[in-house]
């Protein structure tokens, strides 16, 4: 009799102890990071536009991004076109294509949207900067030195030019980075190149140079703060491993002016640009990302475009994208963070 009420008993809290799981979970469920490290969060990603077309155009290649003037998402594709997105959606409005003077494709990877509307848009075969009009007519070409130019004319090396492209400085000054290093100059130093507005021309200005974590590491963006800070991405890939994304606070406002240097190779008497780690994007919460080949963490893909979009309670909104080369085994990805810098 003892035993029958034990059990009775025993049943009963079983009972209970099943419905109140049933009802919802005595203990709350941990809630999902969105931290990439102290500095950086990610708030979400999208793979809305990957293997889409658009008016018979191939949305994708994406290697640089920027705001327009009136809100929407300018994405430059590398095969030589440039797409205006919707910046909530995503959603192609339209595209234009780009040419150089003699109708001949652009590797085209850097952009810039002056305050006039104007386009700058950087090569990487030559290099070159050109200024185009909204509907995609060049206007002129800024000056380029001789020793970043592509051998036999200088000492760059074709599709390792200009990648990044961005205004500092309140739009007075003009900064492109290489993607790596000249000839002659120690592996993993890279140039940035800059122009002063001079009315409605652009002149040569000050170059410095930037380090990056390995050899194997380029450039592909810049993006520039309000007091002259810049955010740089650097970027590689490893065959069977994947790529190495990684963003950083860079300080260039201290550093030498190597346009009459004629080698870097790590000379006491030059300063480099300084810089901070803010983030590994591998260290970021994959939030359900899948990947199509081996990647250290299935977020990453070969990021390639990045633009500050905004600020919100203390952090900048920074998009970035990855160029998805039109391959099938990789993916035109969104990045949205958050960035305290």
């Known amino acids: 009799m003892q035993l029958r009420t034990v059990l009775a008993t ?8 099943t419905c109140l799981t049933a009802a919802g ?13 102290p500095s950086v969060s990610l708030d979400r ?9 658009y008016d018979g155009a191939f949305v994708g290649n994406f290697s640089a991004l920027a705001v327009d003037r009136d809100g929407s998402l300018a994405a430059l594709s590398d095969r030589s076109a440039l797409f205006d997105l919707d910046a909530k959606s995503l959603a192609p409005k339209s595209v234009v294509p780009l040419a150089d003077e003699n109708g001949a494709a652009l590797d085209s990877e850097g952009l810039v949207i002056d305050r006039d509307g104007t386009r700058l848009i950087t090569s990487e075969t030559e290099p070159s900067i050109r200024r ?10 800024l000056p380029v030195p001789a020793s970043l130019q592509v ?13 990044g492209l961005t205004l500092t400085n309140g739009g007075r000054t003009l900064l492109a980075s290489m993607e790596y290093a000249l000839s002659g100059d120690t592996a993993g130093i890279v140039r940035f190149q800059t122009w002063q507005r001079h009315g409605k021309t652009w002149e040569l200005s000050a ?19 309000p007091d002259g800070r810049l955010l740089v991405l650097e970027r590689g890939f490893t065959s069977g491993v994947g790529n190495t994304v990684r963003l950083y606070l860079a300080d260039p406002r201290h550093a030498t002016d190597t346009s009459g240097i004629e080698n870097l190779t790590g000379q006491s008497g030059v300063r480099l640009i300084k810089k901070t780690l803010l ?16 990647q250290p963490n299935p977020l990453l ?11 919100d309670k203390g952090r900048l909104k920074v998009l970035l994208v990855s160029d998805d080369n039109q391959n099938v085994v990789q993916t035109t990805r969104f990045y949205y963070l958050r960035v305290r810098v």
């Open 207 to 225: 170059q410095y140079a930037y380090r990056t974590d390995a050899a194997f590491l380029g450039v592909p963006e810049v993006q520039a703060l």
């Open 279 to 294: 983030t590994d994007i591998a260290s970021c919460p994959t939030l359900g990302a899948a990947a199509k080949q081996p």
């Open 151 to 163: 051998a036999p004319t200088g000492r760059a090396t074709s599709n390792q030019t200009f990648e």
């Open 45 to 53: 990603f999208s793979d809305a536009l990957d293997k889409t077309t």
């Open 301 to 311: 893909d070969n990021i390639e475009g990045m633009v500050i979009t905004g600020h």
């Open 132 to 141: 185009y009009s909204v509907d995609g007519k060049i206007l002129d070409r």
């Open 25 to 37: 979970p005595a203990v709350a469920a941990a809630p999902v990071s969105h931290a990439c490290s």
């Open 10 to 17: 025993t049943t009963a809290a079983l009972a209970a102890a």
